[in-house]
């Protein structure tokens, strides 16, 4: 199985302040035959269900802030929110799709400083 | 717009059976696979299988393999995720979710079912 190991676990930001959160796999989900990293990162706001906010690594879901961005390939990934905002206290999950069964990071819970 | 509305919440005791669902709307039932995932309290997201809706045809975690069934009624586009002797430790919030296959994320969610096993 794909682990998936996020870090931190958690994080205070200043409000519009830049915050970074890292996910590494245990094995690379580029898919090589079309370059594609078959990774996602979802946002779990308190009592709601998860949100897909980027998948293939880097592509913003319809809808979703461009502060939201997402980077890397291989077996590393990072999401940025570029500017914090009130609403985007959550836990952030990122996920690989590249293989069954299915396997998320821990999460990582963005706060306000 | 695309929907999954699940069942409502539900209190067992260890032993009992249980089925809870999910209700696909605003799109082909049959044109997407339906996940279910399940969140302990406090804890993160763990996949816990998947069904085509259009053959029934299941995958599951080996994790969960053998503990839950996952079931689809494609003529009320509805999913299931039945259990048939609860225990404590299958306390958690179960969501639901879509997508296309294995190789496109989960792009819709229901709202989750909170499933309370207590004696």
């Known amino acids: 199985d794909f682990v998936m190991t996020q870090s931190p676990d958690s994080l205070a930001v200043s409000l519009g302040e830049r915050a970074t959160i890292n996910c590494k796999s245990s094995?690379?989900?580029?898919?090589?035959?079309?370059?594609?990293?078959?990774l996602a990162w979802y946002q779990q706001r308190p009592g709601q269900p998860p949100k897909l906010l980027i998948y293939?690594?880097?592509t913003r879901e319809s809808g979703v802030p461009d502060r939201f961005s997402g980077s890397g390939s291989g077996t590393d990934f990072t999401l940025t929110i570029s500017s914090l905002q009130a609403e985007d206290v959550a836990v952030y999950y990122c996920?690989?799709?590249?293989?069954?069964?299915?396997?998320f990071g821990g999460g990582t819970k963005v706060e306000i400083k | 717009e695309v929907q999954l509305v699940q069942s409502g919440a539900e209190v067992k005791k260890p032993g009992e059976s249980l089925r809870i669902s999910c209700q696909g709307s605003?799109?082909?039932?049959?044109?997407?696979?339906i996940s279910w995932v399940r969140q302990m309290p406090g804890r993160g997201l763990e996949w816990m299988g998947r069904?085509?809706?259009?053959?029934?045809?299941?995958n599951y975690s080996p994790s969960f393999q053998g503990h839950v069934t996952i079931s689809a009624d494609k003529s009320i586009s509805t999913a299931y995720l039945q259990w048939s002797s609860l225990k404590a430790s299958d306390t958690a919030m179960y969501y639901c979710?879509?997508?296309?296959?294995?190789?496109?994320?989960?792009?819709?969610w229901g709202q989750g079912t909170l499933v309370t096993v207590s004696s």
């Open positions: 069904i085509d809706p259009s053959d029934s045809y299941t």
């Open positions: 605003g799109y082909s039932f049959t044109t997407s696979w």
């Open positions: 293939w690594a880097s």
């Open positions: 094995q690379s989900v580029l898919y090589n035959s079309n370059n594609k990293n078959y």
């Open positions: 979710a879509r997508h296309v296959d294995y190789s496109n994320p989960l792009d819709y």
């Open positions: 996920q690989q799709y590249f293989s069954p069964p299915l396997t």
